[in-house]
């Protein structure tokens, strides 16, 4: 079974809303950071950034964390109903 290829994985920024595009290996090396079992990962996941270079270009690093389609998104804010 081939391992899901963590460059594939979504990633959106957490902030603004913007789908974030890492250079080459940006991915692999920000989740290891985060020490993201690669293993776990699939096509089910979203890496969520806290902020990235273009709504926080003064932010070196971003701490992200990783959420799976199929679990509520609690965290996200709901918009208000009519
Ligand atoms: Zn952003």
Same mark, same amino acid.
């Given at each position: 079974m081939p391992q899901f290829d963590p460059e594939l994985l979504y990633v959106e920024c957490g902030r603004c809303g913007r789908p974030v595009i890492w250079r080459p290996g %940006?991915?692999?090396r920000i989740l $290891?950071?985060?020490?993201? %079992?690669?293993?776990?990962?699939? $096509?089910?996941?979203l890496?969520?950034?806290e902020g990235c270079p273009e709504c926080s270009p003064e932010q070196k690093t971003?701490?992200?964390q990783v959420v799976r389609f199929n679990q509520p998104l609690e965290d996200r804010?709901?918009?208000?109903?009519p």
């Open positions: %940006d991915t692999t $290891e950071a985060a020490g993201v %079992d690669l293993s776990q990962l699939d $096509e089910g996941c890496l969520v950034t971003y701490s992200s804010p709901k918009p208000p109903n």
